[in-house]
């Protein structure tokens, strides 16, 4: 008589046991509340070079958001045999993970940095400066890219194909190469800019509006290195330098006064 297949025992590996066995027909749980994030890959730009596509940049910049200080913008072409391990999202990094990794890529890939100072973000705008910034970083590579990826939704000014990439430091490994290039630029330059200008704790916030640094810009005022349009900048420029805010009349506040000249000729 046949032994019904529902009773015949699993095939194990040689040597373990049930509860091993058990083991490996079941994938453990994530803890709740925990989200499985998965780091950036390298399979877009493999996907150009079997087209032979090549060079293929990622560019990225840090430091939009500060009240101070430049932004920094980065493009990376890594080496498709010597990519270092661990790159991820500069965000997903502890700051000896990034400085690490700044040595490592540095040491294995192209890259350019490129800065837009306060006084371009002033001029042009805070997007206008990070888009400047992100196609002169790109245009320093030592050789031109023939495709560049970029992080965000806009496109840059540069002469190959450019493609942007929404949350592209968390999906596009050179992109995320780039990040980490950008990062610890700019964190090293406002560790410098803290030696300049003492007091507002730039070495530790990196000009971000934390309230240590909203409290030493309420009580020192507006450095040199600080964005002037940026709103609590102004707030403190008003407070220690009222006359370099320029006020803007409100033309439905002002009251005026309306002289009118009746003369009512009766005719008999």
């Known amino acids: 008589m046949s032994r019904d297949k529902s009773t015949r025992p699993r095939a194990t590996k040689p040597g373990a046991t049930k509860p091993e066995a058990a083991k490996q027909d079941t994938a453990k749980p994530l803890p709740k509340g925990v989200i499985a994030i998965a780091p950036p890959s390298f ?8 087209r032979g596509v090549w060079p293929i940049a990622g560019c990225d910049e840090a430091g939009r958001g500060p009240l101070a200080g430049p932004v920094v913008a980065a493009a990376v072409v890594l080496d498709p045999q010597r990519i270092p391990k661990g790159i991820d999202d500069s965000k997903r990094l502890t700051a ?17 940095v490129a800065v837009a100072s306060p006084a371009r973000i002033d001029r042009d705008n805070i997007l206008r400066a990070s888009l400047w910034a992100l196609q002169r970083a790109v245009r320093a590579l030592p050789e031109m890219p023939r495709h560049v ?16 990439v929404i949350g592209g430091d968390g999906i596009v490994m050179s992109i995320a190469a780039a990040s980490i290039i950008a990062k610890v630029t700019r964190d090293r330059l406002m560790c410098a800019l803290a030696q300049d200008c003492p007091g507002y704790g730039f070495e530790s916030h990196k000009g971000y509006s934390v309230p240590e640094h909203l409290e030493a810009l309420d009580r020192l005022g507006p450095s040199v290195h600080h964005r002037s349009f940026f709103a ?16 803007e009349v409100d033309l ?17």
């Open 43 to 50: 399979r877009r730009e493999r996907a150009l070079i079997k």
């Open 96 to 112: 000896e993970q990034r400085e690490a990794l700044f040595d490592k890529i540095c040491a294995t890939s192209w890259f350019a």
């Open 232 to 247: 609590p900048v102004v707030a403190a420029r008003e407070k220690h330098q009222p006359w370099t805010v320029k006020r």
């Open 149 to 164: 990826f970029v992080d965000g939704r806009d496109r840059i000014d540069v002469p190959c194909d450019c493609e942007a």
């Open 252 to 268: 439905f506040a002002v009251e005026t006064e309306v002289e009118t000249d009746v003369s009512v000729s009766i005719q008999p």
